[in-house]
């Protein structure tokens, strides 16, 4: 059905196309995928508050915690029961999204170049949730707590750092009681600091990141949490017994998949293993390093620190500060490159990125891209417009992460490809219809996507009148089309953009009286 | 797609996430021992023998040294490694040799050893050699257990008292 691009790596195609399948069940604002971050933090949401309403009843010494468990598990099933599942439940699905996350930005090459940061302290929060797990289920000093505790201690013993043996302390009775206490507070305090520090760094080199999943995923998920606790109760094992070892375990393996591994090979060699495959997770982003181009570069002169730049920017690399030059304005704003993504999108925030202006020079504007500034933006459409010889002219506008647009070409449908469909300013728009396009037809990663996180939201902002710059009232907006599509769409794309062409070719046949259309003076911003 | 066509493709997703969550927290169960087995550890702590005897100095060594270390013997620190077998009905089960750890090897071992076995009646021994000066087990012990199957049976060593407790 699809005429699939050679170049698209099989990862990369199967994550789009499971995409595809959730963006057919949800719709595109609600696909999860487009959500994963958040819905985490939604299961956490979850985690927390049943939690709390387990500490209510929870018996933190380790004679009475198993019986305060099993207490609200059978005779309280209706809530504490139903909150225990919860706790629990959600605490996997968290894992489930958090792996799905990771599968994303790995399989959409989101983890190299500038997003170093976000991947880096990724793998180090993964751990925290994991650990945060263990601890918990540490907690219900039933033979899988004891079997926890054992292996745990094991694994500490293998560490050069410790003298002494926890693990035999432990079985010997002189452990147990203190290490609980110490699971107690790491799990219902330490760890959880930790991990909300861990996932504040995590995504400190991002701006506008929302925290709230949207309501139709949280209630579904919620819903099907209950369900999934009214059906399935969690239960404990058997109390914990220090003179025996439970021969079966029903392990929980989104957390505990590590301990079976301590069956088979020495404490060390499982350290190894996991510190490996912890090291090299986070050395991904260098195997081998993606290059993010130069930074965005301010102008002054024709900047009067408005601001916009830098609240659009989604790597929040621009901040505004006092005026260093004598002019008029009170504050500038400054590129930190460090953390620029090359995205463009400030130039499209930038209202002296009009390209009606200095019509017969140089077009300068506030923030440019040295390696694509707005001016060759501006020469570029006005060249690939010249060239068309078809009757009915449409300009396309994509991006370099999404469809490739290259092979749309035709006489009657010039391209120009940006880093990001954000880099457009409205007025370019209109610039281009004012140029001789019958119609302006944008694409660029898929609606509710974008690989620099914020473009196709700021775009449709500017269009609807709801951001600065917007897109004029006067503009002709049956003369632009906006159809976004991955790199495994470009039969759908093909077909929208030659649909495009047929309803522009009958618009103008409508507006047959020549010089009434667009050439209205556009005057400068 | 039409919004109401959506609920049952939405409704299907969440049950295939649940059915995943439910599935994974709790299975494939995982079976650490065979129904028929117990568990043997051996755990416990015990510093070596000196590998060399503690000597007397003689005169001269002595006024060779600066009057503050004149210790009339002379103790070198570094302990023997311990060395540890457990026989089950006479064959052998564990075996562990651990040198002792330190900056100087003048600490005591941490043994942590584990072994599943059949449950029933069994003769146990453990043999012990903390001495590199002497030929063969420095201590040993040997007694009839009856495991029951998962029961966790820990063989200990007292330093103090140059004894094994099983339990
Ligand atoms: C507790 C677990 C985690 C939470 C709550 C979390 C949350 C988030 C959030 C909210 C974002 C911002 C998304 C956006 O607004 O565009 C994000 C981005 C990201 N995360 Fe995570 N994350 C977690 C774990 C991980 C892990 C384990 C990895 C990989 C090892 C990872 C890699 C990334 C990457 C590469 C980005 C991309 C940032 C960008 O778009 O530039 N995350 N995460
Ligand atoms: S190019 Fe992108 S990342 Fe860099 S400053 Fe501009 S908006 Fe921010
Ligand atoms: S949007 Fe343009 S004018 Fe406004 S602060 Fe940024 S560079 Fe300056």
Redesign the interface.
């Known amino acids: 059905m699809y005429t699939v691009s050679k170049r698209v790596n099989p990862v990369k195609r199967m994550y789009l196309l499971l995409e595809e399948w959730?963006t057919?069940?949800?719709?595109a604002d609600w696909n999860?995928l487009y959500h994963l971050g958040t819905l985490t933090f939604f299961f956490f949401w979850v985690v927390l508050i049943s939690g709390l309403y387990l500490f209510i009843f929870f018996d933190t010494s380790i004679a009475g915690a198993y019986a305060s468990v099993e207490h609200m598990t059978h005779q309280q099933w209706y809530a504490g029961g139903v909150m225990r599942s919860l706790h629990?439940?959600a605490s996997?699905?968290a894992v489930?999204t958090i792996l799905l996350h990771m599968f994303r930005e790995f399989a959409l090459d989101r983890y190299r170049g500038f997003r170093w940061w976000s991947w880096l302290t990724g793998v180090p929060t993964l751990w925290f949730v994991i650990t945060l797990g263990i601890t918990g289920y540490w907690l219900v000093w039933d033979e899988l707590g004891l079997?926890v505790a054992v292996l745990s201690s094991?694994l500490m013993?293998s560490l050069p750092v410790m003298?002494?043996?926890m693990?035999?302390d432990f079985?010997?009775g002189q452990l147990t009681d203190r290490l609980f206490t110490l699971m107690g507070f790491l799990h219902l305090l330490g760890q959880p600091i930790l991990l909300i520090f861990a996932v504040w760094l995590h995504v400190k080199r991002l701006s506008h990141v929302e925290v709230s999943a949207p309501r139709g995923l949280a209630v579904?998920?919620l819903?099907?949490?209950l369900?999934?606790s009214l059906l399935?109760p969690?239960t404990s094992h058997a109390p914990a017994e220090?003179?025996?070892?439970?021969?079966?375990?029903?392990?929980?393996?989104?957390y505990l998949n590590v301990y079976?591994l301590l069956?088979q090979w020495p404490a060390t060699r499982v350290w190894m293993l996991t510190t490996s495959v912890t090291l090299l997770l986070m050395l991904m982003p260098w195997l081998p390093p993606k290059k993010t181009g130069p930074a965005a570069e301010v102008h002054l002169d024709e900047c009067n620190g408005c601001g916009q730049c830098a609240e659009d920017c989604p790597f929040d690399a621009i901040s505004v500060q006092a005026r260093s030059d004598d002019s008029r304005w009170e504050n500038e704003v400054v590129v930190n490159p460090e953390q620029c993504a090359a995205c463009g999108i400030c130039v499209g925030s930038c209202h002296s990125s009009n390209p009606f202006r200095h019509a017969k020079k140089t077009l300068e504007t506030g923030i440019d891209m040295p390696q694509f500034p707005i001016d060759e933006v501006r020469a570029r459409t006005v060249a690939a417009l010249d060239e068309l010889s078809g009757d009915t002219r449409i300009m396309l506008f994509g991006c370099d992460n999404a469809a490739d647009i290259d092979s749309l070409r035709s006489p009657d449908v010039a391209v120009l490809s940006l880093f990001c469909t954000g880099m457009i300013p409205p007025t370019l728009v209109e610039y281009a219809h004012r140029h001789g396009a019958d119609g302006v037809f944008i694409t660029g990663c898929r609606t509710g996507d974008c690989y620099f996180r914020l473009g196709n939201r700021w775009l449709d902002q500017r269009f609807a009148g709801r951001r600065k710059p917007a897109l004029r009232q006067r503009a002709q907006r049956d003369r632009i089309r906006v159809y976004r599509a991955a790199e495994t769409d470009t039969a759908r794309l093909r077909r929208e953009l030659a649909a495009f062409q047929r309803d522009m070719a009958a618009l103008k046949q409508e507006a047959s009286v020549p010089g009434t259309r667009g050439e209205a003076e556009i005057a400068d911003a | 797609m039409h919004k109401i066509l959506r609920y049952p493709l939405q409704a299907l997703n969440y049950t295939l996430f649940m059915l995943l969550v439910w599935y994974f927290s709790a299975a494939p169960p995982y079976a650490q021992l065979q129904p028929d087995q117990a568990v043997i550890t051996v755990a416990f702590s015990h510093a070596g023998e000196r590998r060399e005897e503690c000597r007397q100095l003689s005169r001269e060594e002595l006024e060779k040294l600066p009057p503050n270390m004149r210790a009339p013997m002379d103790c070198p620190r570094e302990r023997s490694p311990v060395k540890v077998q457990l026989l089950l009905d006479g064959e052998l089960l564990l075996e562990e040799v651990a040198r002792a750890p330190g900056l100087y090897s003048d600490l005591g071992v941490d043994i942590y050893r584990t072994a599943k076995v059949p449950a029933g009646k069994h003769t146990l021994s453990v043999q012990m050699n903390d001495n590199m000066r002497v030929e063969g087990p420095t201590y040993t012990h040997e007694q009839t257990v009856t495991l029951e199957p998962a029961q966790l049976l820990v063989v200990n060593f007292n330093s103090e008292t140059g004894s094994f407790i099983i339990q």
């Open positions: 959730f057919l069940s949800f719709g999860p629990r439940y996997d699905a489930v079997y094991q013993d003298s002494g043996s693990a035999r079985l010997a579904g998920s819903l099907a949490l369900v999934l399935a969690a220090l003179s025996k070892v439970p021969a079966v375990l029903h392990l929980d393996w989104f079976p069956d």
